[in-house]
């Protein structure tokens, strides 16, 4: 069994989805370990969900902050499964899931 998912983890295919996970898990890494995101300051969920989206907020403007204005515009990410999957059934799919309701 780990002999098969050892070679698995050597295909190009498994890299490129692992990709995505690791950038993610940095993310949250970054979120409970430098911002003590790990405990919540207030009581309730409310409170608990309006301080993790300032934090958000938060983090955003200091990775913002810390880029040069002369850095490129990175690429587009590639389009996910779904969105490959609505393109070859020729289902139109919207610009931004804001724009769903209305």
């Known amino acids: 069994m780990q002999v098969r998912v050892r070679t698995e983890q050597q295909r190009p295919e498994w890299k490129t989805r692992y990709a995505v996970r690791s950038g993610v898990e ?17 009581r309730g969920q409310p409170k608990a969900h309006l301080q993790h989206v300032l934090t958000a907020i938060a983090v955003n403007i200091e990775r913002l902050s810390t880029r040069s204005l002369t850095q490129e515009t990175p690429s587009p990410r590639p389009p996910t499964a779904l969105q490959t999957f609505l393109d070859q059934q020729g289902i139109p799919r919207s610009k931004s899931w804001r724009t769903l309701g209305t």
């Open 26 to 42: 940095g993310t949250i890494n970054e979120f409970a370990h430098g911002h003590g995101m790990r405990r919540c300051r207030y």
